[in-house]
């Protein structure tokens, strides 16, 4: 019991994996790694991998599948000192009460189309997302640029919607010979919006690592190296979105879909705060100078006055079409149909017509394959940009331009000290160059 309320505290900051293996000579593998919370795919036999855990700071929890019986596999966890099981899957509620009567911390993960807000829960998240990454096909976003998938846009609607910890449990694609490079992109794709992924590691990487082979374990240290990193600035997550465009929407329909508004506006590198529906006031928007509504029949009386009060002080309102509306998600559905994106196309034309060039907080250049996060403190004194290169080579020569007067800029990157860089003035703000971007780097502004 003190082990599940002790974790139930510290979720905020549980940094979670999959493990392959409940040998605690396993364990070693995390020294240079601030995972701290594993998870497993059924509870161990005996006490020894916990009690090993929790000498170095590292929770346990097992993993219970819709399927399984939940009573039994939530006393196999209390048998074997566990800390605690995550449902991962579609479950009744039934099955959600009875991991819950047993004391043990309970983390849910649902698939994504049952995705609900619980404002009591230390963790929200869902099991499912895509894999991040350029994609594969030849077929161009709506922004002209290369396709990435992308999990960023739902993970910062969610994020809006709750205080709770935020995890994605999406999975390396089987048979797929998986590099480096892609778990960088998977562990920055959820953290620079303030996310958790779940460290998953392909079978092959699992197996090469537990033998100790050379190549896998160079690979490893590069994974702890950027799960250091975000740790290490880890404030971030309470800074604020900076920038002047606003997003609001429901939590319902292709909301909680990749491939959305959210998906195309990030791809495009503009600084966009998104706004759930239920927390439309107009405090929230009070850096917005472009607001775009996408689901107007869903808002009540006083959030449309909090829009017309929005136009009437100067600001511009983009309203969905009349009637238009994304189906609820199927079960199994994580990103839209091509029809939705056709659908969803309809709204970016306008979006497009609307901003054209202007500098919403910052304009990039170079920055193909790349996406973008960008930060204010809550003082309002410092701004991070966040910058993810989902290639597989390094991004040399990025070119950044921001609204506002800086006068200092350091480049921070996993593994690197800082380097401090040179501003100049452009028109309307400041101007940077990045000199190299290899899987994520961060450029601070006071």
Known sequence: MVLALLLALNLADA???????????????????????????RAPAGT????????????????????ADVAEAVRQAA?????????????????????????????????????????AAAVTGVADGVWPGIRAQAKAAATGGPWIETNTGFLRYLRANTTAAV????????????????????????AVVGARWIVALDEDFSRRLLAREAAALKDWARIGALLRFFEEHKKWRRW??????????????????????????????????????????????????????????????EQKEVLRNFTRAGG?????????????????????????????DEIWRGVNSMIGRTNMGVRLFNVAGMISSLLASPD?????????????????????????????????????????????????????DIPQVSAVAALVLE
Not at 94 to 105: I, K, P
Not at 323 to 341: C, M, N, R, V
């Open 79 to 119: 048998a074997a000192k566990l800390a605690g099981v995550m449902l991962e899957g579609a479950f009744s509620a039934s099955a959600w009460d009875a991991a819950r009567s047993a004391g043990l911390a309970v983390v849910e993960l649902p698939p994504r189309h049952e995705l609900r807000l619980n404002p």
């Open 15 to 41: 940094v979670p994996a999959r493990w392959p293996s409940a040998d605690p000579k396993t364990l070693d593998l995390l020294a240079e790694t601030p995972i701290n919370v594993l998870l497993l795919e």
């Open 48 to 67: 020894a991998f916990s009690e090993a855990a929790a000498v170095r700071g590292i929770s346990v929890l097992a993993v219970v599948r819709p399927g």
């Open 380 to 432: 309002g004194k410092q701004v991070v940009l966040q910058l993810v290169n989902y290639t597989s080579y390094p991004v040399e020569s990025v070119t950044a331009h921001f609204l506002g007067k800086f006068t200092r800029a350091r480049l921070l990157a996993p593994g690197e000290p800082p380097r401090e860089l040179e501003l100049y003035p452009v028109e309307g703000g400041t101007g940077c």
């Open 167 to 190: 995890w994605i449990g999406n999975v390396p694609p089987a048979n797929t010979v998986i590099p480096v490079t892609s778990y960088l992109a998977a562990i920055a794709d959820a």
């Open 240 to 301: 604020r979105p900076y920038g002047q465009l606003a997003v609001v929407q429901g939590t319902d329909g292709g909301t909680i879909l990749s491939g959305g508004i959210l998906d195309m506006l990030v791809t495009r590198h503009l600084p966009v705060r998104p706004v759930p529906a239920p927390k439309l006031t107009a405090e929230a928007l009070a850096e917005a100078r472009w607001v775009v509504n996408v689901d107007p029949e869903a808002l009540s009386p």
């Open 316 to 344: 511009t309102l983009l309203n969905a079409p009349p009637g238009w509306k994304l189906p609820a998600p199927q079960p199994g559905q994580i990103t839209l149909s091509d029809k939705e994106l056709a659908q969803i």
